[in-house]
């Protein structure tokens, strides 16, 4: 139990489709995060909430789209996606935006794009 | 950007073996941060390091905050199966404290 529960654990979408992840925390957390995991490459950073308020989007596609509707709950918004957007979405949280307390990460997406 | 470099990027070892890692950049960082990536699951948070010259254990695990604040040291010792994964060094940025990841050493143990 991480508690950072992701769903669903895997995603086999098409190019054209729209589909949505989602991230749940019960830590009582403030901040949360959207993580891309591609093959060979670090980590890389999307999306940051902050108390429910977007604070950083490291220039993402417009293609992928987060949501905040509360402290507990992330999702990520998928349309019209690209083969090499297949990855392993990871979703974090954290107490605060600051990280030197390390985040806790859920068990991930694995997103494949035919 | 501050990048960090893990080496080496995969390792193959026999159980039983001490095993050590190293993660260096070109900037300080004033926070190290060690994780380890199991199989189609999330990255754990191991152990955090808060000051130079730090050494922290947790369990067979050891890390280390370098002197310089450019680099950091974990070291597994008698390994065991289950330490096979991905172990990846990060910190938060100077620029604006989001934590940034190595791209990780792999850890693989011969049967």
């Known amino acids: 139990e991480t508690g950072v529960t992701q769903t669903p654990r895997h995603l086999v979408m098409g190019m054209t489709n729209k589909k949505s992840l989602k991230c749940e925390q019960h830590?009582?957390?403030?901040?949360m995060y959207w993580y891309k995991q591609s093959a060979k490459k670090p980590l890389e950073l999307m999306f940051v909430?902050?108390?429910?308020?977007?604070?950083e989007n490291n220039s993402v596609p417009s293609r992928f789209s987060p949501e905040c509707p509360n402290s507990s709950h992330l999702f990520l918004h998928l349309h019209t996606l690209q083969p090499e957007d297949s990855a392993l979405y990871l979703c974090?949280?954290?107490?605060?935006?600051?990280?030197?307390?390390?985040?806790?990460f859920g068990s991930g997406t694995r997103l494949t794009v035919v | 950007g501050q990048q960090l470099n893990q080496s080496p990027q995969s390792m193959f070892i026999q159980e039983g073996e001490d095993v050590s890692m190293n993660c260096t950049s070109s900037?300080?960082?004033?926070?190290w941060l060690w994780y380890k990536q199991d199989p189609g699951e999330g990255p754990v948070l191991l152990i955090a390091?808060?000051?130079?010259?730090e050494l922290t254990s947790n369990g067979r695990l050891t890390a280390q905050f370098g002197i310089t604040r450019k680099d950091s040291f974990l070291n597994i010792s008698a390994s065991i199966p289950s330490d096979v994964g991905i172990y990846f060094c990060?910190?938060?940025?100077?620029?604006?404290?989001?934590?940034?990841f190595g791209k990780g050493t792999r850890l693989h143990i011969l049967p």
């Open positions: 990060a910190g938060p940025t100077n620029r604006d404290d989001k934590i940034i």
């Open positions: 390091l808060y000051k130079a010259g």
């Open positions: 974090a949280s954290s107490q605060d935006s600051w990280g030197g307390y390390g985040y806790t």
């Open positions: 909430y902050s108390l429910e308020e977007r604070v």
């Open positions: 900037s300080i960082f004033n926070t």
């Open positions: 830590l009582g957390h403030n901040a």
